[in-house]
């Protein structure tokens, strides 16, 4: 069985103090921080390169999974690599040689990933799950390109077709993710939970943590 992972997104921490959000994320037991890149292309707003992903890097110890909403991130990953990237997302949408920027990706040393927009269907990664060219599924619950959205539930049924097809890949869901949105995505086959809003808004972030961590884990793959 995939790990139970939860992932504060560090989209959602206080911008003047970054490196203080990334600490505060770890201290409170997360098992690894998300980062979102936004090239104000392949989506309406711009976040974050390659230097905040060092700054993380050198802040914590957990690994970095760095998600590229970048229209093309061929040009780009080496440089997130040597940021200190752990996992390495591209979008299945993005304008370039899927296949070849995973192996791209797994050749810079780290773990590859493919995000698919809401609308994109589950069918368009399953040549690279059959070729197992990736390590992590990430199921954007949201469109991407702002933090605070509202949790698409539609998603769940394309991520039952992904759990099926793939029980051996982590599965990572993002946007809107809260303690109930996480129960239901746990349900249909979601291990891995990227929280941005919710979690940084939380007095007891700890505490919140290993609720999520929890309630997945009870109902994980319960409607499967
Ligand atoms: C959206 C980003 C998300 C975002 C999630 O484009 O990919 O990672 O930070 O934010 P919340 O949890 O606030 O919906
Ligand atoms: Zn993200």
Request: charged share 20%.
């Amino acid at each position: 069985m995939p790990e139970i992972q939860i992932l504060p997104s560090i989209l959602a921490a206080d911008i003047g103090h970054l490196a203080d959000g990334c600490r505060r994320a770890a201290a409170a037991g997360a098992d690894q921080l998300h980062v979102d890149v936004m090239d104000g292309v392949f989506v309406p707003n711009i976040s974050f390169g390659p230097d905040v992903v060092k700054m993380a890097r050198a802040e914590v110890d957990i690994p970095l999974d760095v998600h590229l909403m970048v229209i093309e991130p061929q040009y780009h990953v080496e440089a997130f690599a040597e940021a200190g990237s752990d996992t390495i997302l591209i979008h299945i949408e993005a304008k370039c040689d899927v296949e070849q920027v995973l192996a791209d990706i797994r050749g810079l040393g780290c773990r590859a990933g493919i995000t698919l927009n809401p609308e994109t269907p589950a069918e368009s990664i399953f040549q690279c799950l059959e070729n197992r060219l990736v390590d992590e599924v990430l199921c954007m619950s949201v469109h991407p390109g702002f933090g605070g959205q509202q949790y698409l539930q539609y998603v769940e049924e394309k991520i039952v077709q992904i759990r099926r097809k793939a029980e051996w890949v982590d599965i990572s869901i993002d946007g809107g993710i809260n303690g109930e949105t996480a129960q239901t995505a746990a349900a249909h086959g979601v291990n891995m939970f990227v929280a941005g809003s919710y979690l940084f808004k939380q007095a007891d972030m700890k505490g919140e943590i290993s609720n999520l961590r929890k309630s997945a884990g009870d109902n994980f793959c319960k409607a499967v």
